[in-house]
């Protein structure tokens, strides 16, 4: 076998992928759905570190309202 083509075949094998294309696919339907859960683990975290809403009566909220351990701030 000439060495032009042994260098044809090897390139040609080089350009086979390692498993089928559909588990590709799979693969990453799979980990999409893993970062989707890892996203939707986080909802509802606002609300349990929102500052308190600041009392007030007008409706508008005021200038000086703040987290009082946020130092700082006024």
Not at 46 to 53: C, L, T
Request: proline content about 14%; cysteine-free.
């Amino acid at each position: 076998m000439s060495t032009t083509a042994t260098l044809l075949a090897a390139e040609e094998a080089a350009h086979e992928l390692p498993i089928p294309p559909w588990l590709i696919l799979v693969i990453a339907l799979l980990a999409f759905a893993f970062l989707l859960g890892v996203t939707w683990s986080f909802r509802g975290t606002h609300h349990k570190y929102a500052p308190p809403p600041a009392p007030h009566d007008d409706g508008a909220p005021h200038a000086d309202a703040h987290w009082p351990e946020h130092p700082g701030h006024h």
